[in-house]
């Protein structure tokens, strides 16, 4: 089966400027997650979604990230306006219902000069 | 917030030798799971083990887990280079969600 497909790679901003990122997660799975990975450290779950809706965005910083996914299928991760901290590496992942672990995308790694 | 935290944060032995990773968390959970990322890539499903078990394999990975300690650990025995990653443990919080640790980086020398 395909994997969870993310693009672009990779993404060199000035800070203030917007951005965003696409994901297209493996067919079939309704939950998707976008973390965000800080070199050296683990993955911090943005947010969570269950077919087209929120499950959890408790960690998205609301006033720059915007997340969607409008047809329950792909999704998009925006920020806006971007700030040097937001440089990192951003993964998206899903799952089916009843499934072992989370199928995880390379990611795009965004730095913001 | 994470939940698990990885101890060592970087391990370096020679090819062959076997690699224990320890992971320790703070609340009661139902399953604990460990993923590997190799340098720029995604993250990778290794191994999951549930709280009413408490020792796990899989190939060459053993996994135990002491919910008394909130502790886990993973063994890699014989090491090869392709082994040289990072190594996450990740606890449920809640129905469907997961929290990683900070991750062991794993070296294998030649």
């Known amino acids: 089966e395909a994997g969870v497909a993310q693009s672009p790679r990779y993404k060199i901003i000035e800070k203030r400027q917007s951005v965003a990122f696409w994901c297209n997660p493996i067919s079939g799975h309704a939950t998707l997650y976008w973390y965000q990975q800080i070199l050296g450290q683990g993955p911090k779950l943005l947010i969570q979604?269950?077919?087209?809706?929120?499950?959890?965005d408790s960690q998205l910083p609301k006033d720059r990230f915007s997340a969607e996914r409008l047809k329950g299928v792909d999704s998009t991760l925006k920020i806006q306006p971007a700030k040097l901290e937001d440089s990192a590496v951003y993964l998206c992942?899903?799952?089916?219902?009843?499934?072992?672990?989370?199928?995880f995308g390379s990611g795009t790694r965004l730095t913001v000069v | 917030s994470q939940q698990g935290e990885e101890d060592p944060q970087a391990l370096s032995i020679q090819e062959g030798e076997n690699a224990t990773m320890n992971c320790s968390y703070k609340t009661s959970i139902n399953n604990l799971q460990w993923y590997r990322q190799n340098s720029g890539r995604g993250l990778v499903h290794l191994i999951l083990i549930r709280s009413n078990e408490r020792e796990k394999h899989s190939g060459r990975l053993r996994v135990t887990l002491d919910t008394s300690k909130k502790s886990s650990s993973l063994l890699i025995t014989a090491s090869r280079a392709a082994d040289t990653a990072s190594y996450f443990c990740?606890?449920?919080?809640?129905?469907?969600?997961?929290?990683f640790g900070s991750g062991t980086r794993l070296s294998i020398r030649p």
């Open positions: 992942a899903s799952s089916a219902p009843g499934a072992v672990g989370y199928t």
């Open positions: 979604f269950q077919n087209n809706g929120v499950v959890d």
């Open positions: 990740a606890t449920d919080e809640g129905a469907s969600k997961i929290i």
